[in-house]
């Protein structure tokens, strides 16, 4: 969902004053980075940029971090979250053809958010719930011991 300008603003105001309150403390480039992600859901070029300025570090530096750790996204992501787990236990146990469906349903690959911005879908490596084996995760929302056609049902409680 795209923010208002006067939404951006006050997110804009509210960054700039966390930076304030913690640039000059050590090792402060994670949290502003994730207060950041916080407030815009992920860290556009231009997010990234004002952070370097603002702590007077190269925007390689800040690039670098987001690209390295999961948590950070350089793309806004959907409403919804969907993240169907493809480790070791759920593949075994047919995870790779839930994700399929959980893709055919909603006419996007992993990695990609639907147009009208509602989910965005994502291929993880362990969710940690091996004992449900095959799982996914909408937002909070556990689901386990799941089959394609599952997908269409649960799916439809979010549209």
Avoid at 10 to 37: H, N, R, V, Y
Wanted: with cysteine.
């Amino acid at each position: 969902m795209a923010l208002s300008p006067e939404q951006i603003q006050l997110k804009d105001k509210e960054l700039k004053e966390f930076i304030e309150k913690f640039k000059d403390t050590p090792g402060p480039l994670m949290p502003i980075m994730q207060k950041a992600q916080e407030l815009y859901g992920y860290l556009s070029f231009e997010t990234q940029n004002f952070i370097a300025e603002s702590l007077g570090i190269p925007v390689s530096d800040v690039y670098g971090v987001a690209t390295f750790y999961a948590q950070f996204s350089l793309e806004p992501k959907g409403e919804h979250v969907i993240s169907v787990c493809t480790g070791t236990a759920c593949y075994v146990r047919g995870a790779q053809a839930v994700l399929e469906e959980v893709e055919k349903e909603l006419g996007i690959n992993s990695g990609s958010t639907t147009p009208d911005g509602k989910f965005t879908i994502q291929d993880t490596r362990c969710l940690g719930c091996c004992g449900l084996a095959p799982v996914m995760v909408i937002g909070s929302d556990v689901y386990g011991r799941l089959v394609p056609s599952d997908i269409k049902g649960i799916l439809e409680k979010y549209k």
